[in-house]
């Protein structure tokens, strides 16, 4: 079983309609992370968090919100979808320490139309 | 300025040649750390290589190797023995404050595409 999980894998939405993107890992890792993918661009920061009680602002966390239920399960909300907000999105994990590398779920696509 | 510069958008390489795929990156930050990520065509990002800023040498994993030049600010990602199962997105990323315990964010490159050929 993959160590990151991510649901849904795709969706499509359109515009205005609140959506939640769930990432669950088995990882045991503390920090966890949502980046968005858009071509060209690489890996975007929206969120992060150190535990449960820490969420951070990446660097476009506009018009996305988090929430932390446990130390494994991260969700991304967009409150009210818009298309700029088409884009692959990802969760990562990592463990505080040393290189700290980050491991990636295998991605959502989401489609607002 | 951009933290991590790929130069390379694309790149074409023959079954069981070596390629290398250029990173260059801006920092001040005395600690630090360099990743490089793959992803295939079917979108996951794997992880495939890391190196110190202050490791005293090139990071090897298999295939994979870093040519890092400190001074220049480059960690160049080799790959020996092309397989055409390395055609994939290529990205460099960095993590700065690599002790400090709070900055755990990577930055990451605009990638290069990689596409081995028979």
């Known amino acids: 079983d993959a160590d990151v999980t991510q649901t849904p894998r795709n969706r499509i939405t359109k515009t205005g309609k609140r959506i939640m993107l769930e990432c669950s890992q088995t990882?045991?890792?503390?920090?966890m992370y949502w980046y968005r993918q858009d071509p060209g661009l690489g890996l975007r920061l929206i969120y992060y968090?150190?535990?449960?009680?820490?969420?951070n602002k990446g660097e476009i966390s506009d018009g996305y919100s988090v929430s932390r239920q446990a130390q494994a399960k991260f969700s991304l909300s967009l409150e009210s979808a818009i298309p700029n907000q088409t884009a692959l999105y990802f969760c990562?994990?990592?463990?505080?320490?040393?290189?700290?590398?980050?491991?990636f779920g295998p991605g959502t696509r989401l489609l607002v139309l | 300025a951009q933290k991590i510069t790929q130069t390379q958008p694309g790149m074409f390489v023959q079954e069981k040649e070596a390629v290398t795929l250029d990173c260059t990156y801006d920092?001040?930050?005395?600690?630090?750390?360099l990743f490089w990520y793959k992803q295939p065509s079917s979108g996951e990002m794997i992880f495939l290589i890391y190196?110190?800023?202050?490791?005293?040498q090139n990071a090897t994993e298999g295939r994979y190797s870093l040519n890092f030049q400190k001074a220049r600010k480059s960690a160049n990602l080799v790959i020996s023995a092309s397989q055409l199962g390395d055609s994939a997105m290529y990205f460099c990323?960095?993590?700065?404050?690599?002790?400090?315990?709070?900055?755990?964010?990577?930055?990451f490159g605009t990638g290069t595409r990689l596409q081995v050929t028979l």
């Open positions: 990562a994990t990592s463990d505080p320490g040393g290189r700290e590398t980050q491991y």
């Open positions: 990882k045991g890792h503390d920090r």
């Open positions: 968090s150190f535990d449960v009680k820490d969420i």
């Open positions: 920092t001040s930050d005395p600690s630090y750390g």
């Open positions: 190196q110190g800023s202050y490791d005293q």
């Open positions: 990323a960095m993590r700065e404050g690599l002790w400090s315990g709070t900055a755990s964010k990577l930055t």
